[in-house]
T-cell receptor, first 111, second 114 residues
Framework: KQEVTQIPAALSVPEGENLVLNCSFT??????LQWFRQDPGKGLTSLLL?????REQTSGRLNASLDKSSGRSTLYIAASQPGDSATYLC??????????FGAGTTVTVRA | ETGVTQSPTHLIKTRGQQVTLRCSSQ?????VSWYQQALGQGPQFIFQ???????GRGNFPPRFSGLQFPNYSSELNVNALELDDSALYLC?????????????FGPGTRLLVL
């Protein structure tokens, strides 16, 4: 059974600081890993998808790395803004059809 | 191109009742997955439908059932509601059932069981 862990559970930083969010997973036989953003009471917005053959993906201020052998992914958000305040979820996809999610890291960026 | 839509947005039911939640997939998508997200937790996979057939199922009892229609929209039905069924129910669609495809999520339906 795939276990996905996100540490820390919550994070508070001043505006402008870089954010580092961690995700670890127990089974390295994955097809891809996806990072999502969730605003309170809302659905999920896909941020980045990293295929298992890739080491990283970048989109604007966001960069995600993947180390399959050690079962880790890191999401970096550069120069954080108050609008980045949300819960960030990582999810891994194995050789079957479902996503296995972590519980998320709730980020607060203080103005 | 419209995104994934879900209805209703909120719902209140009492224990023992039945509920039907609806999802319209993104244009061109033939695969729909349903997830349950309890407060403070990550989403848990319920099941997936691909071209009107159940393609996989998570660890949920049979009182959770679903349908997918020829236009690829989908329903989630839950019978004999329990208090623990209170959660945000998320629907996600993708272009195909391939593991390489990104899943796009709807805004969810918040269900409260009293």
């Amino acid at each position: 059974k795939q276990e996905v862990t996100q540490i820390p559970a919550a994070l508070s930083v001043p505006e402008g600081e870089n954010l580092v969010l961690n995700c670890s997973f127990t089974d390295s036989a994955i097809y891809n890993l996806q990072w999502f953003r969730q605003d309170p009471g809302k659905g999920l917005t896909s941020l980045l998808l990293i295929q298992s053959s890739q080491r990283e993906q970048t989109s604007g201020r966001l960069n995600a790395s993947l180390d399959k052998s050690s079962g880790r992914s890191t999401l970096y958000i550069a120069a954080s803004q108050p609008g980045d305040s949300a819960t960030y979820l990582c999810a891994v996809r194995r050789s079957d059809y479902k996503l296995s999610f972590g519980a998320g890291t709730t980020v607060t960026v203080r103005a | 191109e419209t995104g994934v839509t879900q209805s209703p947005t909120h719902l209140i039911k009492t224990r023992g009742q039945q509920v039907t939640l609806r999802c319209s997939s993104q244009s061109g998508h033939n695969t729909v997955s349903w997830y349950q997200q309890a407060l403070g937790q990550g989403p848990q996979f319920i099941f997936q439908y691909y071209r009107e057939e159940e393609n996989g199922r998570g660890n949920f009892p049979p009182r959770f059932s679903g349908l997918q229609f020829p236009n690829y929209s989908s329903e989630l039905n839950v019978n004999a509601l329990e208090l623990d069924d209170s959660a945000l129910y998320l629907c996600a669609s993708s272009f195909s059932a391939s593991s390489q495809e990104t899943q796009y999520f709807g805004p969810g339906t918040r269900l409260l069981v009293l």
